[in-house]
């Protein structure tokens, strides 16, 4: 595997075992913070990584051009997404009753998937509707951003 996958990987992995830990407090919220609840959080991050890693697999290896914009440059140097800038998409947006034992499982899933990503090409890409064309390895550096944005969203909502 990539020496610049695994590298993100594994944080994207200590991001998930940080995650297993809220997973208890799945039905907490905070209004001042978020609409949401953690378990909302926590299942939209990973059905992002599902999707995307999904999508992922069936492209073919191009050189399609990145998008360039100040944005995109700013999220991904600072490492930082700033709240209230986007609404998620339909298909990343969790269905039905969050519960524990779906949480659960849906990590387990997200894992496997993640070990897959070495499979994949380094130019097989996907279109994100904000940055444009992300090849993997910027795939993977966004799945570190988006995850650390709702972390860090999980912790204030525990905080009030």
Known sequence: ???KYTMVIDKINKQLTLLEHYIPLCHRSNSEVSAA???WHIEHL???MKNIISYLRTTKE???AP???LRKWLIFTFKTIPRG???APKSTQPYGPITLEKLQKSLV???AILNT???LKQNQHFNHPHFGNLNVHNTLQFFEIHNQHHIKIIKAILAG
């Open 46 to 48: 990973q059905l992002v």
């Open 1 to 3: 595997m990539n020496i």
């Open 85 to 87: 800038t986007a609404k």
């Open 67 to 69: 998008k360039r914009s």
């Open 117 to 119: 990503i070495g499979e």
């Open 62 to 64: 191009s050189s399609c």
């Open 37 to 39: 609840t953690i378990g």
């Open 109 to 111: 899933e997200t894992r």
